[in-house]
């Protein structure tokens, strides 16, 4: 069974990583095109780069840079003193503690990372749970028990630019995890090694 801190930093990488707990079902057409048109934009964008905080559902803070490049790659480093990574190569996704030295390795295709890092975010079959269009902020909220699991997430867009601001991750004891990104840099480059697995690393804990 994973730890709550390895719960809690997969749920603040998946972005697009929610559920269906008992809600009502929102998702008439106009609410599920406008969800698309700016899922649509957020996976145009092949590149990008940029810092994070993160809030715990018990106030604790933490912060990092993230990288992510389609489709299929991320990177999510922490901060000191936190010791955590997250990397998908495009066919795994690894979670490292990197002063106990332990990693956990999962099919990026068995996880809603997949669907995040995708060349096209498809928020079909009643996904979408509900939008809220304000002149400062829209708002989305998604959940899928299929692909997500048992979590919801509410996504929140720049209106004008459909720019992803931040989410906030809702797991089954109601519990919030925040997510806000910052200084986001898009169209960046990055050098093959940023998304490299040590997979000696990971196999070498299980001998």
Known sequence: MESPTRRTVLAATAALLAAALPLPTFAATGASDAAQKIADHFSSVKTMMGEF????????????????????????????PSPMRVIADGKNVVIGNTKLKTWDLYPLSKTPLSLLLSD?????????????EESDLTTIVLGDRT???DSTITLMFDPKTFDLRQWTITD?????TTVMIFNVKMGTA????VFEIPYNDVH???R
């Open 53 to 80: 905080v993160q809030f715990g559902p018990r106030g604790e803070q933490t912060g990092g840079k993230f990288f992510i490049e389609r489709p299929g790659k991320l990177r999510f480093n922490y901060e000191k």
């Open 172 to 176: 089954a004891q109601a519990k919030d």
């Open 120 to 132: 096209r975010i498809d928020l079909g079959h009643q996904m979408v749970r509900d939008v809220k």
């Open 204 to 206: 070498s804990q299980k």
């Open 190 to 193: 990055f050098d093959p090694s």
């Open 147 to 149: 692909v997500f699991g």
